[in-house]
């Protein structure tokens, strides 16, 4: 049976990242022969969820005696917790500029490398009920807009988006993460949420995706890295191989990721 995954509480990825430091990490021998056992705390993106969900029990299936553990969040977040001492083995943001945070830090184990790329798309409720077909319909009077803040990767590329369609909007909210964004077009608390591609494609039962040309100029990269104080390094070595190995390509266009 597949085990259910919720997005982990800091505290929650700290226990489980101290508590497989002291039980031997990955470096034990057992995991099906390939050497790799014990829990891999990976920090990922929000956007992440769905995709590396599936990546994870993919890889737990592929090395018998491991646990993947993670902890999503904005990319902005997970990497100060990171700078700041959370145990983890691996991180996937976003946004090269919330992984430099962490590599010009010294906490990297080598050199990130973009493993997708991402869109976003205008996430209204589904059947479109206020026509919106682009960005300028977002700054029509009384539609409420929710995007993400600046310091996060989906809010960057938002700003970048609006910026290029000459569009100035004052949203209603900014989340700190893209689901977030779009949990408050699902909530019906706003009419339209800058999001990425993949979130609105995995909410489909709940919103409509609009699609519009200025996307193409805020195209985000996506890089992994296992960081250099892994708990589990061998694990966290392994996990980002598997990620861009063809099976972990495969989840993550599936899930509506672009190849980098």
């Known amino acids: 049976m597949r085990r259910a995954r919720v997005r982990a509480t800091v505290a929650t990825a700290l226990a489980v990242a ?5 039980c031997g990490g ?3 021998p057992g995991g099906g022969g390939s050497g790799i056992s014990g829990t891999v705390t990976v920090f990922a993106a929000a956007s992440l969820t769905e995709s590396f969900t599936r990546i994870g029990d993919d890889f737990e299936a592929a090395n018998p005696g491991t646990t993947v553990v993670f902890n999503f969040g904005g990319s902005s977040g997970l990497a100060t917790q990171i700078n700041e001492g959370a145990p983890a083995d691996v991180f996937a ?4 500029r919330n992984m430099a945070t962490v590599t010009d830090a010294g906490n990297a184990d080598g050199t990130p490398s973009i493993f997708a790329r991402n869109q976003l798309v205008i996430a209204v409720a589904r059947g479109n009920p206020r026509g919106i077909r682009g960005l300028a319909d977002l700054a029509r009077p009384g539609t409420a807009v929710a995007l993400c803040a600046e310091q996060v990767p989906c809010g960057a590329a938002a700003r970048t988006a609006l910026d290029a369609a000459s569009v100035d909007l004052t949203p209603v909210t900014l989340e700190q993460d893209v689901k977030g964004a779009l949990a408050k077009v699902r909530l019906g608390e706003v009419d339209a949420a800058l999001v990425y591609r993949t979130d609105a494609a995995a909410a489909d039962d709940d919103v409509s995706a609009v699609e519009f040309p200025e996307s193409a ?3 985000n990269d996506y890089p992994i890295v296992a960081l250099a104080d892994a708990p589990n390094p061998a694990g966290a070595r392994a996990f980002v191989a598997y990620v861009r ?3 972990g390509r495969a989840a993550l266009t599936g899930a509506g990721f672009q190849t980098p």
Not at 18 to 22: I, L, R
Not at 93 to 96: E, N, T, Y
Request: proline content about 6%.
């Open 217 to 219: 100029r805020a195209v």
């Open 93 to 96: 943001a976003a946004a090269p």
């Open 245 to 247: 190995s063809d099976a």
């Open 26 to 28: 990955g470096d034990s």
């Open 18 to 22: 101290v508590a497989a430091s002291g």
